[in-house]
């Protein structure tokens, strides 16, 4: 099934990473405590209140996410409530948690199979190595990027391999009073 078949049927995948001004998205030490530093404030920014973050992730059916990814949200702390969560991995992992499932296979099968059978709003949020693989399969209708007012240095890389060159749609523009900006595109075939 195509990217724009799977759009047909009501699905969308939205790829979200938040990433340094220079393009990274996790420190060399693995650490992305730098995601909750605020910057200094930009006045002509926005900001959203708890009730209306609450609210928008309400809306989210499901998160997929790759191991490493899950690892380390296992560590800092689940940010994901009670969402149901698709942790790609090739090994036999398992969770006490009941929104919590395991998938290892064909990525294909799992967005137009398993997930699309499910779910309509899902979220694909990381880490560097799953989002690429998405992308090189054509498997993401929409990017909502987020950087961060910051310089790393160096780190992970936000998309690091060879992708192939693709025109997406810019669909919005939103800056926030911490200096973080959010820009969501849509793919052009979606
Ligand atoms: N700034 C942000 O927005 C953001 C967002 C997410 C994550 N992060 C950070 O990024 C880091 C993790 O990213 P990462 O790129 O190293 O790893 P990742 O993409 O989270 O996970 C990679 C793992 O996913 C599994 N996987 C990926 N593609 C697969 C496929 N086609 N089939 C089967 N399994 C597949 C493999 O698991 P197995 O090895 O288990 O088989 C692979 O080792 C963490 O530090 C995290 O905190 C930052």
Redesign the pocket.
């Known amino acids: 099934m195509s990217r724009s078949e799977g759009n047909a049927k009501g699905r969308t995948i939205t790829l ?4 340094s001004l220079d393009g990274f ?2 420190k060399k030490d ?1 650490s ?1 405590s730098w ?1 909750n530093d605020d910057g200094p404030v930009y006045e002509a920014g926005i900001s959203i209140s708890a009730e209306e973050a609450a609210a928008f992730i309400k809306t989210i059916d499901c998160y997929v ?6 690892e ?2 296992l560590e800092l702390g689940w940010p994901y409530g009670d969402t149901p969560v698709v942790v ?4 036999e ?1 398992s969770s006490t948690r009941k929104s919590v499932e395991f998938y ?2 064909d ?1 294909r099968t799992l967005v137009d199979v398993k997930l699309a059978a499910r779910y309509r709003n899902i979220w694909l ?7 690429q ?1 998405f992308l090189e399969l054509s498997l993401v209708d929409e990017i909502v990027l ?1 950087i961060a007012p910051v310089l790393l240095g160096e780190g ?1 890389r936000l998309f690091g391999g060879s992708l192939a060159e693709e025109r997406w749609r810019l669909k919005n523009v939103a800056a926030y009073k911490n200096g973080f900006v959010e820009m969501s595109y849509r793919a052009v075939t979606a």
């Open positions: 979200h990473m938040v990433s998205i996790a693995n992305v995601l996410l790759g191991s490493r990814t899950y380390h949200a790609v991995s090739s090994r992992l290892s296979g990525l949020v990381g880490g560097a190595m799953l989002c693989r987020t992970l």
